[in-house]
């Protein structure tokens, strides 16, 4: 068991103020020298500090984390001011994750308990401080709006005045943290800290940063995936006014440029042969089609409870189905984008990335430099997404700054952010179930195909065929099935990198699942909620989100002709939610979301308007990919190349979005990505109430007559 001690410790910082440290990691044991994994600084003049180890992209982390540390400190949540966590795996790695990472939507699951105690642990020793200094019992004091009052006598010191005094105090072993019922800040809306520097265009983000000195470079690399460059004819691009360099790599070439305008000009003047490589005729079908064939045989058990066998043969009805889910890109509105300075003793690293010491780390052994020598400044994201948990984009741009004198931005076009991403994973999924005489499920087998990301990011996390990201959302389901079964086969597509995107495996698991529940709902002609509810008495928060939702979006009343309301239900990112979709499709089959009607059981909401800023964005992101998302492969190149054959959802097209939030004293669970994979299945599901027509495969634009 870890102490308290072992866990928090407290310093005089530099400056004569306070330092709360504490660790998110695993205990190093009771005889291990204690390292911090991140700081609240409490400065002399009274300014709080805190190193955030997680990253902002959008999210609203640098406005609901600081809610956590203000409500324990009792100060205004406007006196907490962030700096950026360095690189460093050892002091902040994410307690969920086990590395330094922004993602799987877990930055408050995994900050509630530390960030709190830490402002808990910095009160009390401000308390303490105080009270030894008027010689009076820390419980007739109390700390309020930054200051410590001693309510007897009326006297009152300001916590910078306290801060080095406190830091000299042993830390105690406990600490009480704050009632619920008697929180100030957390599950009131709280303004965004970071809006007002987005909205006058001072906030910096990695495409922002321009050192002195900057070249700017954009790059082609070889359209086929392991493909190589054969030959450059450069002549043409270098005579483009601005083009200063042309670098070439072993699978790409770079123009380097007074700015981009030039580098692109330059970059359209070059001639380059490609040898495409091993994965020249590959094209998506091929890829289905394994994927396909693996599903026929066994695979890795993920979950298994009863046994189907003997009640499939016993049931009165069956169901098959099969689905398939493609590709993804990730089309952030901020492309690719990473500005580096290769000097003989040093490298200087300029970026927005979610996993910023695997950034230093590829760029050391880019370099060949130690660790050390490597500096990375991370900045404000433009859309991550899970795309900037790759290190790609760092390492390209480092290949390319080793040749270059000073520092380069590499900036990636449209067209490369599309065409040389690294996807969301395809899958197909085949499903049978077995119902009794009332249409109850008696058996449900579920076994599907695709690739594991986990596996090439984490290797560790990959074990005996399975991984937590690819089956969930297939496994440990809100329902209670007598019998189950979930097979998983990791199938790797030939040459093409797949990657983490906005709710990952739930984002295929989600839709596979609850469109079957769905099918057999219809199998034995009952209402889909209804049929839902009745398996769920276990679940009693499911039901209370499945309930809200459909009682809101006005479930069973009458609709026009062409119009049909759809239905999920899901736990997923330890958050329960509901969406009912209100869809109408036109006479020749056009698809239009004209209502999503969403109730959510987060847990303990510390911010209510980025829950449901987190639910509305992520319900737009999900319909997107939903409606036309498709990455495609032809000749071994993707297809798809900008916004006008990627196309994503326009504010016309955008649905009335209603958030209907359950009060919950549970922990907090996740919310960036719970909205993203609840939302195709409840279309697919509307678009059947409405047409009859029933949508195994995404996206919707991809069948016919729909």
Avoid at 76 to 84: F, G, I, T, W
Avoid at 86 to 98: F, R, S, V
Avoid at 260 to 279: R, S
Avoid at 491 to 499: H, L, R, S, W, Y
Wanted: with cysteine; hydrophobic share 45%.
């Amino acid at each position: 068991m870890t102490s308290r001690r072992q866990f928090l410790s407290a310093s005089a910082a530099l400056g004569g103020g306070l330092l709360i440290g504490f660790r998110t990691g695993p205990s190093l044991g009771a005889t291990a020298t204690f390292t911090p994994n991140a700081f609240i600084r409490i400065a002399s003049d009274g300014q709080i500090i805190l190193t955030m180890p997680y990253v902002e992209m959008g999210q609203g982390t640098y406005t609901s984390i600081p809610m956590l540390i203000a409500e324990e400190l009792e100060v205004d949540l406007k006196q907490v001011r962030l700096e950026h966590a360095p690189p460093d795996e050892k002091l902040y790695a994410n307690p969920l994750l086990g590395v330094q990472a922004t993602g799987n939507s877990n930055a408050i699951r995994g900050s509630w308990q530390p960030l709190r105690q830490a402002g808990a642990t910095a009160r009390t020793l401000l308390v303490s401080a105080a009270a030894k200094r008027w010689n009076v019992d820390p419980a007739s004091c109390r700390a309020q709006r930054g200051e410590v009052r001693h309510a007897p006598t009326g006297r009152r010191l300001k916590y910078g005045e306290l801060a080095a005094d406190a830091a000299r105090l042993p830390v105690p072993e406990s600490v009480a943290l704050k009632r619920p019922a008697d929180f100030k800040l957390i599950g009131t809306p709280a303004k965004r800290l970071d809006t007002p520097s987005k909205v006058n265009g001072s906030a910096v983000y990695g495409i922002d940063v321009r050192p002195p000195g900057v070249k700017i470079a954009t790059l082609a690399q070889s359209p086929v995936f392991g493909g190589r460059v054969k030959s450059v004819d450069d002549a043409k691009a270098k005579a483009v006014k601005g083009v200063r360099q042309i670098v070439r790599l072993d699978d790409a070439v770079a123009v380097v440029a007074d700015h981009m305008g030039a580098a692109k000009k330059g970059l359209a003047a070059l001639a380059i042969e490609w040898d495409d490589g091993p994965h020249a005729k590959l094209n998506t079908q091929k890829i289905v089609d394994e994927l396909e064939k693996a599903t026929l045989n066994p695979g890795a058990v993920a979950q298994n409870v009863g046994n189907v066998e003997s009640a499939m043969a016993s049931a009165v009805t069956k169901v098959e189905a099969t689905y398939q889910v493609p590709f993804l890109a990730h089309a952030t509105m901020e492309p690719m984008n990473c500005t580096v300075h290769v000097r003989k003793d040093g490298c200087e690293v300029w970026v927005g990335n979610q996993a910023l010491a695997r950034a230093q780390a590829v760029a050391a052994k880019t370099t060949g430099l130690p660790l050390d020598k490597v500096v990375v400044h991370n900045h404000l994201i433009g859309g991550g997404f899970g795309r900037r948990l790759e290190v790609d984009g760092v390492i390209r741009a480092v290949e390319i700054a080793m040749q270059v004198d000073g520092p380069v931005k590499v900036v990636w076009t449209r067209e490369e952010d599309i065409q040389q991403d690294m996807y969301r994973p395809t899958f197909f999924d085949r499903f049978s179930a077995g119902l009794d005489e009332k249409g109850a499920p008696v058996a449900w087998n579920h076994r599907f195909a695709g690739s594991s990301v986990i596996a090439r990011w984490l290797p560790p996390g990959f074990n005996n065929g399975l991984d937590p990201d690819t089956t969930e959302g297939a496994i440990d389901l809100v329902y209670a099935l007598p019998n189950l079964h979930v097979e998983y086969l990791r199938v790797e597509p030939p040459g093409i990198p797949t990657a983490f995107w906005r709710s990952v495996g739930p984002s295929h698991n989600i839709f596979v699942v609850e469109s079957f529940m769905d099918e057999l709902a219809a199998a034995a002609k009952q209402d889909p909620v209804a049929y839902r509810r009745a398996l769920l008495d276990k679940s009693p928060r499911a039901k209370a989100v499945l309930e809200l939702a459909a009682e809101k979006a006005g479930w069973g009343k009458p609709l026009p002709k062409g119009v049909g309301r759809g239905v999920c239900l899901q736990h997923a990112f330890a958050t329960y939610m509901a969406q009912v979709a209100e869809v109408e499709v036109s006479k020749d089959g056009a698809v239009r979301v004209r209502r999503v009607v969403c109730a959510v059981d987060c847990g303990t909401v510390v911010n209510p308007d980025t829950v449901r800023a987190q639910i509305q964005s992520g319900i737009i992101f999900g319909l997107t990919a939903a409606l036309r998302g498709e990455i495609t492969l032809k000749g071994g190149r993707v297809e798809q190349s900008n916004f006008h054959d990627y196309q994503i959802l326009r504010m016309n097209e955008a649905p009335a979005i209603e958030v209907h939030i359950v009060k919950s004293g549970e922990a907090p669970g996740g919310m960036g990505e719970a909205g993203t994979s609840a939302i195709a299945p409840a279309l697919t599901n509307a678009i059947f109430a409405a047409t009859g027509k029933r949508i195994r495969k995404l996206p919707v634009a991809s069948q016919a007559g729909v």
